[in-house]
């Protein structure tokens, strides 16, 4: 059985997110204000049929898949909301799913660092050399979330938000990682956009696992 674990759609790519997946894609690049859909499911390898009936369907391109052990997950992009939606929609249908059938969101961690030491924002760059550069003085605003593939959609509504600069985007794993900086009126405003959107995310709840002794 198929479960869908992550199901985002994202209307208009906003620019630096746009190029910062192009530097991790290995398809075709997404440019700034594409429609996107980033999707996952379990087990793995079922990604592959989703991708082959997306493709072949609609005009969508594929930007980046990701086949582990236990999750795969797709992003397809296109212009053109229709097609993205469209491509959705035949997923879904596959699957016999709902869009609310995925996973819910949980925000794992969240956190404003105000201030960097000079010591810290250079750390941090030699670990992300994908994203911009994090200035000393400046506020970080740091989000994890679980399912991975929701940091995308929090991403791109904080840059939305406010004048920030994105420093890290970590959508593949257990866990989906955001890292912004900015000064510290708009990391406050942009790591609360971040936040409201992955929480007000409709979906299925994890099942509450007891044990009995």
Do not use: D
């Given at each position: 059985m198929i479960k869908l674990r992550t199901y985002v759609f994202i209307d208009s790519l906003q620019p630096q997110l746009a190029e910062y997946m192009a530097t991790v894609s290995q398809g075709f690049l997404p440019i700034p204000g594409d429609a996107c859909l980033w999707v996952e499911v379990s087990p793995g390898m079922a990604v592959h049929r989703l991708t082959d009936m997306?493709?072949?369907?609609?005009?969508?391109?594929?930007?980046?898949?990701?086949?582990?052990?236990?999750?795969g997950s797709m992003v397809i992009h296109q212009r053109d909301q229709s097609d993205v939606l469209e491509a959705g929609r035949m997923l879904l249908e596959n699957l016999g799913a709902k869009q609310d059938d995925r996973q819910r969101c949980r925000v794992a961690w969240k956190e404003i660092i105000r201030a960097l030491t000079p010591d810290h924002s250079v750390l941090i760059n030699r670990q992300n050399r994908r994203g911009s550069m994090i200035l000393p003085g400046q506020s970080m605003f740091i989000l994890e979330t679980d399912p991975a593939g929701y940091i995308v959609y929090a991403a791109n509504q904080a840059e939305k938000a406010a004048n920030i600069t994105l420093i890290d985007v970590r959508a593949v794993g257990a866990f989906g990682r955001l890292t912004l900086s900015g000064s510290e009126a708009d990391v406050d405003e942009a790591g609360a956009a971040a936040v409201a959107a992955v929480e007000h995310l409709s979906g299925a709840e994890r099942p509450v696992i007891t044990h009995h002794g």
């Open positions: 997306a493709l072949k369907a609609t005009r969508v391109h594929l930007a980046q898949q990701v086949v582990e052990r236990a999750f």
